[in-house]
Each structure stands twice: as structure tokens, then as C-alpha cells.
């Protein structure tokens, strides 16, 4: 059966309760079932504006995403400004309501800050390509209510690969 968004109080109670839990409805489980019966009939935080905070982490995310995949040997300061301008190209098309830290300007400050900090190329670890923003599953097996199995969901903001640091060890006499 295909739903339309939102759906009807009475299609939510016919369907069967969700296979996948992810920790945001878990969260609105705990925090009021009103809520999560709300997020489960398709109405999500679009209503006010998306909060600042989502929009917040995938505008680094994305800042990131074409940082590490920019090619090698790409002029620094060419580097830090595409990176910059996915950002907040991400962040001005998503137009969230700011709250608290979560403002276009720290996330300008914050990206400077990176680039200083691990200046191009000499970050420990390098983004798997494709590894960004991939989804999950861990089975949590069948439940009285249900015939599927059910599961915990989520996803992952990034896989990397890391350069191992090799320390000779150190010998301390007194």
C-alpha cells in the first residue's frame, strides 16, 4: 500500500508499526508518542523551518565531502574556497532557522579553523570515496506484532581510512 503524506490517523493505526527504528524516532517515542505519531504521518520539521543544527552538520559534511575529494595537487586556497562555497551553498539552499552557535557565520568560522588546523593534504586520514552519509542496519530480531524482523537503524556521516602513526617505544629510567 503506497501513502500519500501526511496520512490519516486511521491509515497509521491500519498499517503495521515501523520494521526500522532510527534513534530520531526513538527519541520522539521518549520524548512524547504525540510526536512520533505526528513524524510517522509525514509531517516532519519542515512546518517551522528544518533546525539549524541538522542543517549545521550536513553543510560540514558536504564542506568535507568536497574537500577530500578535490584531486591532488589542487592549489590550497582553491581547495579551502570550493569547500567553503559547497557548505554554504548546502546551508543557504536549506534557509534553516538559526539557533544558538548554529549560525552561518560559525559555520564559516568553524571551517576556517579546520582548514588551519589540517591544512590540504596533511589531514591523518582521507574519506573513503563513496563512504559519506551511508545507512545502517543492526537486526534486532522478530517481535510478537510483526512477521519481518526488526531493526535499529541510522547512518554514518563518513567512512575514512586512517594513516597509522607508528611510536617506537620509550624507555623511562629514574
Not at 519542515?46 to 543544527?53: H, L, N, R, T
Not at 541538522?54 to 559534511?61: E, H, L
Not at 539557533?99 to 568553524?110: A, E, F, I, Q, S
Request: aromatic share 10%; proline share 7%.
Amino acid at each position: 500500500m503506497i501513502m500519500e503524506y501526511p496520512i490519516s490517523v486511521r491509515d497509521l493505526k491500519e498499517s503495521a508499526p515501523p520494521v526500522i527504528w532510527d534513534n530520531t524516532m526513538r527519541q520522539l517515542l521518549g520524548s512524547c508518542p504525540r510526536k512520533l505519531c505526528l513524524f510517522l504521518r509525514g509531517y516532519d520539521w519542515d512546518i517551522a523551518g528544518k533546525p539549524s543544527y541538522f542543517t549545521y552538520g550536513i553543510a560540514f559534511g558536504k564542506a568535507q565531502q568536497v574537500w577530500h575529494e578535490l584531486p591532488e595537487g589542487t592549489d590550497p586556497s582553491i581547495a579551502k574556497n570550493l569547500s567553503m562555497m559547497a557548505g554554504l551553498e548546502e546551508w543557504d539552499n536549506a534557509a534553516p532557522v538559526e539557533m544558538g552557535d548554529n549560525t552561518r557565520d560559525k559555520l564559516v568560522d568553524l571551517w576556517v579553523g579546520y582548514v588551519e588546523a589540517y591544512p590540504w593534504g596533511s589531514e591523518p586520514w582521507r574519506v573513503v570515496k563513496g563512504g559519506s552519509e551511508i545507512g545502517w542496519t543492526l537486526p534486532m530480531g522478530r517481535k510478537e506484532y510483526s512477521s519481518q524482523e526488526n531493526g535499529l537503524g541510522g547512518g554514518s556521516d563518513g567512512y575514512i581510512s586512517r594513516t597509522v602513526m607508528v611510536l617506537s617505544p620509550t624507555v623511562v629510567t629514574r
